[in-house]
């Protein structure tokens, strides 16, 4: 089965001109200059479009590419975030074939958390638990807007009916996430506070929205 890129990559192909729908004979031909040539090339955008939606569809319908693409929405979205204090593309997303939820949420929580050292070293002289919290705060925020969007997009393709196994696996991966997320901030504050973290309730013992 072709994973999303390669889709992408296929419909990115511009579409032979005789195998568009052709003009009646009859019908005068269209007056030369650019409203001319933009027709053609809408033409293949929408047919290009078509093609990608179906194959995607049919994909995801098998239950291969659903939390790969929420694994790319949350790693974009996080990468957008960071950007202001670290440039773009701080995250390097890697490719995996093992999109299971807890393969998939493991690798979301991993990377994003990797980048910790790095935030804390900009922000040294800060109060040590509001740059964890904070960081936290970020990283989680771009994770539920990466959930968010890969979500609509399965939705409109009709993937996220109640019950369905691939809504079952993306809302196991947004737990697992969430769960991991907790387990890196308690860990955190844990070592601010000589090992442990009185008090500390979990940020996000939630289900997915």
Known sequence: MATLSALGAAAAQPVPANRLPSAASDTPPAAAGPAADAAPRDQRARLNAQILQASLE?????????????????????????????????????????????????????????????????????????VVRNFMKLIRSGFEQGYGEARDILSGLGVMDEGSAIAEGVQQTYALVQQGYDDFLASRLAALNGGTAAGEAPDAARSAP
């Open 58 to 130: 049919v994909s995801l319908k098998a239950g291969d590419d659903a939390t790969a693409l929420l694994y790319r929405s949350a790693i974009d979205r996080i990468n957008e975030l960071l950007a202001p204090e670290f440039g773009p593309g701080a995250l390097q997303a890697a490719s995996a074939q093992d999109h299971s939820p807890a393969a998939t949420a493991g690798r979301i929580v991993a990377l994003s958390t990797a980048f910790f050292d790095r935030y804390a070293a900009q922000h040294a002289g800060e109060d040590p638990e509001a």
